[in-house]
């Protein structure tokens, strides 16, 4: 299936800016679930990729993670990175933030990594790239650590199976009308013999569906 260029989504994203904000409406109550069941209480580092703003970041630095945590957050949008700086300012000396040309590599050592996340951002990535992304994520992560996702997904019933395949018809007719996001489903990404998941719910706002997943290496 077409998904956006990362030149693209780069622009995309340098556009929307501060927008990005406005999706907190549907986003937020996945984004509690992860937080409940990430035990972000006991990680002393987290990478993100796709940081956004640093919405989800803020929350955890200031509530959630141990005051010596860590925190890298990269994105492919220079633009989000900006954004992200000002809001993660009070934080400074714990966070790296990094503009990425949009390789699912990441920058840190095997095994380092407490918390890997990943919010709304594998839904708009090609399959392999998603792939590419968990096995890195599998690779940085230290053996008790956990994967934390969140992505659109299929609704099952009512208004919100309506919405997702609005939602799949624009994608198709071109990605950008989507923002180039898609529904997916997660799970099935997760190869059982590097994962063992030990957290997975939909989560439906305002139409919208949302699958949560936090899983350990095997
Ligand atoms: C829908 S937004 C989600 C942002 C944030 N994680 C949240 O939950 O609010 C997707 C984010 O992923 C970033 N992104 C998309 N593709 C990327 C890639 N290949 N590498 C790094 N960041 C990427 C975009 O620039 C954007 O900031």
Same mark, same amino acid.
């Given at each position: #299936?077409?998904?956006?260029?990362?030149?693209?989504?780069?622009? &995309?994203?340098?556009?929307?800016?501060?927008?990005?904000?406005?999706?907190?409406?549907?986003?937020?109550?996945?984004?509690? @679930?992860?937080?409940?069941?990430?035990? &972000?209480?006991?990680?002393?580092?987290?990478?993100?990729?796709?940081?956004?703003?640093?919405?989800?970041?803020?929350?955890?630095?200031?509530?959630?993670?141990?005051?010596?945590?860590?925190?890298?957050?990269? @994105?492919?949008?220079?633009? #989000?990175?900006? =954004?992200?700086?000002?809001?993660?300012?009070?934080?400074?000396?714990?966070?790296?933030?990094?503009?990425?040309?949009?390789?699912?590599?990441?920058?840190?050592?095997?095994?380092?990594?407490?918390?890997?996340?990943?919010?709304?951002?594998?839904?708009?990535?090609?399959?392999?790239?998603?792939?590419? &992304?968990?096995?890195?994520?599998?690779?940085?992560?230290?053996?008790?650590?956990?994967?934390?996702?969140?992505?659109?997904?299929?609704?099952?019933?009512?208004?919100?199976?309506?919405?997702?395949?609005?939602? #799949?018809?624009?994608?198709?007719?071109?990605?950008?009308?989507?923002?180039?996001?898609?529904?997916?489903?997660?799970?099935?990404?997760?190869?059982?013999?590097?994962?063992? =998941?030990?957290?997975?719910?939909?989560?439906?706002? &305002?139409?919208?569906?949302?699958?949560? =997943?936090?899983?350990?290496?095997?």
């Amino acid at each position: #299936m077409r998904t956006l260029s990362r030149s693209a989504v780069r622009a &995309f994203y340098d556009r929307l800016g501060r927008g990005l904000d406005s999706q907190a409406f549907y986003e937020n109550p996945a984004l509690d @679930d992860l937080v409940r069941e990430g035990d &972000f209480a006991s990680a002393r580092s987290v990478l993100e990729f796709g940081c956004g703003t640093g919405r989800l970041a803020a929350r955890l630095l200031a509530t959630h993670l141990p005051p010596n945590a860590q925190y890298v957050g990269l @994105d492919i949008s220079p633009r #989000m990175i900006a =954004i992200s700086t000002r809001r993660l300012a009070p934080w400074r000396t714990r966070v790296r933030l990094e503009a990425t040309a949009g390789s699912p590599l990441l920058p840190a050592a095997d095994a380092s990594v407490d918390r890997v996340i990943a919010t709304y951002v594998l839904d708009l990535l090609p399959e392999p790239e998603a792939r590419a &992304f968990l096995g890195e994520a599998r690779r940085i992560l230290t053996p008790g650590g956990r994967l934390c996702l969140v992505s659109l997904t299929f609704g099952e019933s009512g208004p919100s199976r309506w919405v997702s395949r609005i939602w #799949m018809a624009l994608f198709r007719l071109h990605p950008i009308l989507t923002g180039g996001c898609r529904p997916i489903r997660l799970a099935p990404l997760l190869d059982p013999a590097a994962w063992c =998941i030990t957290h997975r719910r939909r989560v439906q706002s &305002f139409g919208v569906s949302s699958e949560v =997943i936090v899983a350990r290496p095997t």
